[in-house]
């Protein structure tokens, strides 16, 4: 009983961090229409801003965390200015422009720090325990910040003229651009978004997985597991296809092994596309 | 450096000297193709040998994007080929040339399984499928240790059996002997290719390409032909893969992961994928540039961040592939003096 409660805490851990991905991910395709190969990447840049930052540095764990998001949405602003604009009427281009991209930032990363694990010393030592199950302070951190940064894009969407704006520009872009929407600056700040979230996952999970330059690569299998479970338009989507793909995951690592437990995601990704190729919650389809 | 056919330059206007060299030019490239290796040192013959096999891979890459279908799981496929046939030799004993044929039917096999689910896709939806459908075949390889080795993979795979008669010995353990043993064997089936290609069947693939819903509604089963691209590509990839597993001796997962495809997608991409020569191309190129420039310079940590770099650029700026430089140049260089020409005679 213990075991299980203790796997539901852990799958309520993955779930925040993952949902801040393919929210992310979804974003970006949702007002650009390209897959972007390198999210995994951006993800592992994040978390180099707090190795960089917060383990060589010093400075304190918060602000290494907000220096991730802005810088990895900054990155995310030149890979739209000179990549995704050039080729909007090619998603396909697009993608594979984002493959090479993911090949430069690791690159980088290796030439700045080196192939190894980087090691970040946890932030906080405290932890919680209720019905024998431990919560770490640093694994609790994620949580809310998950739920606080989610929150805060659902009001920001549903409130603000930008946020209105850019669910237009997902909708019909050309409709948006003849209301006198400007369809770059909507791509501009969708892109800063949805890459600072995946930075922001990267920076607050750097201490406790170890980061390399090339864990971009489990990040962003993940990610497509999720926005296809999920319904690749659809933020809604994609946040509960992460708690359902964590909570699988999770499982699956306990009670068998975690290769099973990525097979077994795979498969359910498959069976989706065959299936239901909108995704499990996603309603219309965006070509 | 193997001349590729299409970076000749047409100097067939030059005179009829000219034109009887462009008529030969299959038996210069043979010839070049035959005196390469002895320009070249021994680890540069061993990279030549592995230049072949990815000239097999690229290009069986190619028939599968006639169809208009981008894979993410080519590699992967080449790796059912290669694990297939080191098993075979391994384990059943089967002589190695049989056993790497068998290996691209495995290939094959696999592939016609995996359309069902993977043909109810298109577009973006089938290069996420595919790219899923690849991982959980490598994680299987991984999972498995019996048969599959694990992430260790296969080791101490069977060599490609000595000939010896009574004049005449070859050892395929030298790279040489295996170069031309490979030549043999890519040269056969990018001609079986492009006779495909060529064929009815080649032109059914393009039709479902540019116009598929026209193409159904002529009675064209855009399913059956997909699975049938994707089959023969994959049996050709399987052949390289085992050729590959023969020559390296081992096989393991990471070799055929993502990363890999990443390159066969720049070599296609980079060389073009409108003409049969454009794949071709982009690899030599690459490679040519890769193993001079880069292992020169000593750069070779860099490789990744230049390929990178080189993908975006060419997406960016050469979406038609290198193939398309030598035309457009031409055509470029042709405006440029009939340009001058015309301003010459009739200022305007």
Redo the contacts between chains.
Sequence with gaps: MDLLWQTAVNATYAASYMALIAVGLVMIFGVMGV?NFAHGELYMVGAYCVVFLYAQENFPFLLAVAAGLVFVGIVGIVMER??FR??RD????G???S??????L???V??GFGRRMGHVPPSTHGKIEFFGAVLTYQRLFVIVAAILLLAALWAFLRRSKFGRALRACAQDTEAASLQGISMNQTARIAMFIGAGLAGVAGALTAPLVSPTPYIG?SII?TA??II?VGGVGSLEGAVIAAVLYAFVHTFVTTFF?G??A??VG??L???V??VR?TGLFGARERA | MPEPVGAMPATGTGGSIGRIAWRLRPVFLFAALAALPYLLSYSQQEIAVLLVINVLLVSSYRLLTLTGE?SLGHVVIMGVGAYASALLAKQAGVPVPLSMLLGGCMAAAVAALLSF?LF??K???F???S???G??IR??W??FTDPFGGPKGLKRIEPFPDIETGFLSIDFYEPVNYYFLALVVVSASLFVLYRIERSRIGLTFHAIHWQDRLAESVGVDTFRYRTLAFVIASFFAGIAGGLYAHYIGAVNPTRF???QM?YV??WA?VGGTATFHGPILGVVVLTVINEIVLRALGLD?????I??????LS??YL?NGLESLGPRLRALWQRRRGGSAAAGSEPA
């Excluded at chain 1, 090619?90 to 281009?93: A, R, V």
């Design positions: 897959i000179t990549m050039p080729l090619n998603p396909l281009g993608l594979i422009a493959i090479g991209f993911l090949l430069i690791q690159t980088l290796v030439f690569h299998v497509f597991i296809i092994d290769v099973i990525n097979i795979l498969a990704m498959l069976s596309l065959v190729p | 981008w689910p109810r896709m577009g973006f939806y290069l996420i499928g790219f899923a459908a991982e959980i994680l299987i991984k999972r992961s993502v990363d990443v997608l720049v991409i940590t860099a490789r990744p961040l390929y990178g770099a080189i993908l975006i997406v960016l979406p």
